[in-house]
Nanobody, 119 residues
Framework: QVQLVESGGGLVQAGGSLRLSCTAS????????MGWYRQAPGKQRELVAR?????STNYADSVKGRFTIGNAKTTVYLQMNSLKPEDTAVYYC???????????????WGQGTLVTVSS
């Protein structure tokens, strides 16, 4: 059973920084990509940033220049700087990976971690 466990959310003032981490555990054969989504109240879940196993990254326009995604084996990080109140949301870790017991790459999700940015 594959699990994604997130940490690092919390309350921060505008202009501050937070670092989110997510570790995939279980019998993992291969990871295609990992990333972060977020969902603010009353809004749809949106992609924040993604990194492939080869190190290619892409970011939402709203976070470019402020957020940095990185990875190390089965862990993905999101360094968030210059935070704004509009960054307030539940942040979800996402991974497209193949478990050792499965021939297919499937999407997996973490439970979410709340980031609140006060003005």
């Amino acid at each position: 059973q594959v699990q994604l466990v997130e940490s690092g959310g919390g309350l921060v003032q505008a202009g501050g920084s937070l670092r989110l981490s997510c570790t995939a555990s279980g019998n993992i054969f291969s990871i295609n990509y990992m990333g972060w989504y977020r969902q603010a109240p009353g809004k749809q879940r949106e992609l924040v940033a993604r990194i492939t196993s080869g190190g290619s990254t892409n970011y939402a326009d709203s976070v470019k220049g402020r957020f940095t995604i990185g990875n190390a084996k089965t862990t993905v990080y999101l360094q968030m700087n210059s935070l704004k109140p509009e960054d307030t949301a539940v942040y979800y870790c996402n991974a497209n990976l193949r478990a050792a017991t499965n021939l297919r790459y499937l999407e997996h999700w973490g439970q979410g971690t709340l980031v609140t940015v006060s003005s």
